[in-house]
């Protein structure tokens, strides 16, 4: 590919959905999908953590062909990019999680489903059936034991091959939009994996959708006993948690802040992404969500040591401008950004891609070559 293609006459780039795709939503909802807790520092890091990095490109390397594949939870993927599971896609659109699962599909990539999602897991698996692409459930874990076993029965009948636990809200993040706007559901949107929930609160006082807050390291051990599936731990920013991860059993990580939507003055994403690469030492794979916009952050995600990326709110805005086909224009100028990236790189295939390409800048401007060593010191 030599020339730049045109997706949609609005759409050129994320940054256009994104404004496209919240001028049609109710502003509570634009405010739901795009706000995080307190102050949005997090959020905001997320996304400028990236610009502290400077490509270090190589030439003079036959580029004809550039393979963008990799694989993630068993599945030859078209690039390593999938959705990260996000709550109510159902308020963006009528297309909803089934729309994000079909444009998944037809990219083929993997998706994480929420387990606030409006439509069903046996829905939302079916549209990706015959693509050869891996669903994930993930789970934020209440305190009746039943209701969670419930959605990981529910995964293992319908073929997810994982379950995502959410591990970063034991507590609910101080999300100030939703206070200033008394968020509330309309009546249309309903929680399949709770489907006791009849009105417009997500988390009632009701133990079955009140998160539990005794979590710890034994849940993972108890939990691989009690289902095949792999557990992943989405949530993870120290190298400490890594490490302990890895010794409960876990079988991979998501270096995650939920999007900026929990702890407010948390470690960026990709800030913490090196310490925890570091301390897992390639025993298990390591994923990355949070402020991921353009092709070329994917490329500094692995670059860094992720093993695949995710996005949380770019399937929103791609549901929010045209449903099912907004979510495919996402994919497709992100998976063509990050195979030109990658050619104007001079790597042919996702292994070439290493630290040495990086250059990180500090405070004083000054930028530093990128080494595995120097970065996994904070
Ligand atoms: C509207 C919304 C709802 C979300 N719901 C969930 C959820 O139900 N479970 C979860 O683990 N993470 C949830 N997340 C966090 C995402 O999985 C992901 O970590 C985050 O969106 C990544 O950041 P990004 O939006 O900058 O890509 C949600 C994020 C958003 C924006
Ligand atoms: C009640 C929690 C909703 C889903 C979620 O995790 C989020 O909005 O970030």
Redesign the pocket.
């Known amino acids: 590919m030599n020339r730049a293609t045109t997706y949609d006459d609005k759409i050129h780039c994320i940054a256009d959905l994104e404004n496209e795709g919240n001028k049609k939503l109710a502003p509570m909802v634009r405010d739901f999908y795009n706000g995080g807790s307190m102050d949005l520092n997090t959020l905001k890091e997320n996304k400028s953590s990236y610009d502290r990095y400077r490509l270090r490109p190589r030439v003079m390397v036959d580029v004809t062909e550039v393979d963008t594949s990799t694989t993630c939870l068993g599945s030859n993927v078209a690039f390593p990019l999938g959705f990260s599971p996000s709550?109510n896609h159902g308020l963006a659109h009528p297309d909803a999680e089934g729309g994000t699962s079909r444009a998944a599909a037809k990219k083929r990539i993997n998706m994480v489903l929420?387990s606030?999602s409006n439509t069903s897991p046996k829905v939302v698996a079916e549209q990706g059936k015959d693509a050869g692409i891996s669903y994930a459930q993930q789970l934020?874990a209440v305190k009746d034991e039943e209701t969670n076993m419930s959605i990981i029965r529910n995964a293992e009948e319908f073929g997810y091959k994982a379950i995502f636990l959410s591990v970063d809200?034991p507590w609910?993040g101080r999300r100030l939009n939703e206070m200033k706007n008394t968020f509330a559901l309309p009546s249309h949107c309903t929680f399949p994996c709770y489907p006791f929930i009849n009105g417009d609160n997500?988390?009632s006082g009701d133990n079955r959708t009140q998160y539990e807050t005794n979590l710890t390291w034994s849940y993972i051990k108890d939990l691989k006993k009690k289902t095949k599936l792999q557990i992943w731990l989405k949530g993870i920013l120290t190298a400490e948690d890594a490490e302990l991860a890895v010794n409960a059993g876990a079988d991979g990580i998501v270096v995650s802040n939920?999007g900026g939507?929990q702890l407010d003055g948390a470690m960026s994403t990709l800030d913490a992404l090196p310490e925890v690469v570091q301390a897992v030492r390639g025993r298990i794979p390591v994923h990355i969500d949070g402020g991921i916009r353009r092709g070329s952050d994917i490329f500094k995600a692995l670059a860094l040591g992720a093993d695949y990326c995710w996005v949380g709110r770019i399937a929103l805005w791609g549901l929010a401008y045209k449903g099912e086909e907004g979510v495919s224009i996402a994919l497709n100028i992100l998976h063509d950004e990050f195979s030109l990236v990658m050619a104007l790189m001079g790597c042919t295939t996702v292994q070439d891609i290493k630290p040495e390409h990086l250059a990180r800048m500090s405070e004083d401007g000054r930028l530093h070559k990128v080494t595995r060593r120097v970065e996994a010191k904070l």
């Open positions: 709550a929420s606030w934020s809200c609910l997500m988390v939920h939507r």
